[in-house]
């Protein structure tokens, strides 16, 4: 089987908050030979667990890393990575991957409303401006 999880999968591994489910997504994982993780559901998960959770940057961090570094898991790495350097900067992870699959789509610039991600960018030497 392979299979592309939903964020609230992902979210039922790493909070472990409803057994029943945790038990469902895990056994998923295990039987599936391919799991496909979208960078739409790696930002939801990074924003759930930041906004509704209060999760530190670096446990969403963690807990991104741990469902990465499973073997049969596919992610966008290069994305992955772009998220990973936003955080570290100061932003948010999907910062990194819109500026990442921006790029990835053509765009020269990144722009926002957001000045923490355009300045976590650019430090970063991502072109990044800031609107408004």
Not at 52 to 58: A, I, N, P
Not at 96 to 115: C, H, M, N, P, Q
């Amino acid at each position: 089987m392979k299979v592309a999880v939903d964020t609230n999968v992902l979210l039922r591994l790493i909070l472990r908050d409803d057994p029943v489910q945790h038990k469902i997504a895990e056994s998923t994982f295990d039987q599936a030979e391919i799991v496909a993780v979208s960078n739409h559901a790696l930002c939801e998960v990074a924003w759930v667990l930041r906004s509704r959770y209060g999760v530190s940057r670096e446990n969403i961090a963690a807990s991104i890393r741990q469902i990465c570094k499973t073997a049969n898991i596919v992610v966008d790495g290069g994305a992955v990575d772009a998220g990973f350097a936003a955080m570290d900067g100061g932003a948010d992870f999907a910062d990194g991957v819109i500026a990442y699959e921006g790029r990835w789509l053509g765009g020269e610039t990144f722009v926002s409303f957001d000045k923490k991600a355009v300045e976590a960018l650019a430090k970063q030497g991502i072109k990044a401006k800031l609107l408004g």
